[in-house]
């Protein structure tokens, strides 16, 4: 069946790193979308692989292994502003996202 | 405008009244989604359209009609409001091209009772 795992919440420091795991199973793959969703707000695009290996933008990087059907979403020199839901979703082949139910980011000073 | 605009931002509805969230985008995607979200799942797909004048059914669509007269608009009505249909609704469009991000709109608040 489909289903894509993320955990329910984490927390971390400001200034730290915090890595947000993401594990999927779905019909097909065609590649893996991390959302940002303060809360009250709509998500907004973060991140997109399609490839294996490690994207980075600025502050934040997105990692994907197809074979073990694992990414992961790297926020470094954490600030205030970065405390927030962050969704997994995946792309099957007929172009359907199916989503994770996000991991909620709780930064404390 | 610039992006995707929904309306109303919040409601409160009688159980059995009909309602349509209102989805308008500027950016001439081809493709516009509905989603609602709920306290501990992901999103839900509703309802899609690939383009103008087409629409397909999603994951949860029971209860739920869409039409898409044209590429800008993606109308959501509810014809016979229920308390499970309770939620957060998105609209969002796309391109699909490149990697096809979707740009949402600020989301419709509709509460039944």
């Known amino acids: 069946g489909q289903n894509i795992d993320q955990p329910t919440e984490m927390t971390a420091t400001e200034g730290a790193i915090v890595q947000i795991n993401c594990t999927y199973q779905t019909s097909g793959f065609n590649g893996l979308f991390w959302y940002q969703q303060h809360a009250g707000e709509a998500p907004t695009f973060l991140s997109y692989n399609v490839l294996d290996g490690l994207e980075e933008k600025g502050r934040f990087s997105s990692f994907l292994s197809r074979s073990k059907g694992y990414s992961y979403l790297l926020l470094k020199e954490l600030q205030m502003k970065d405390s927030a839901s962050y969704l997994c979703?995946?792309?099957?082949?007929?172009?359907?996202?199916?989503w994770g139910a996000g991991t909620k980011l709780i930064i404390k000073p | 405008i610039a992006g995707i605009t929904q309306a109303p931002t919040s409601q409160i509805l009688a159980a059995g009244r009909r309602m349509t969230l209102r989805c308008t985008q500027d950016?001439?995607?081809?493709?516009m989604y509905w989603y609602r979200q709920d306290l501990g799942l992901g999103l839900r797909l509703i309802h899609y359209s690939n383009t103008a004048g087409t629409t397909g059914k999603g994951e949860v669509p029971d209860g739920y009609s869409v039409s898409r007269a044209n590429t800008d608009d993606f109308p959501l009505t509810l014809a016979s409001a229920v308390p499970s249909q309770t939620s957060v609704y998105f609209c969002?469009?796309?391109?699909?091209?490149?990697?096809?991000?979707?740009?949402f709109g600020e989301g419709s608040r509709l509460t039944v009772l």
């Open positions: 979703a995946v792309r099957e082949s007929n172009y359907q996202l199916i």
């Open positions: 950016m001439r995607h081809n493709a």
């Open positions: 969002a469009s796309s391109d699909r091209g490149d990697t096809g991000e979707l740009f």
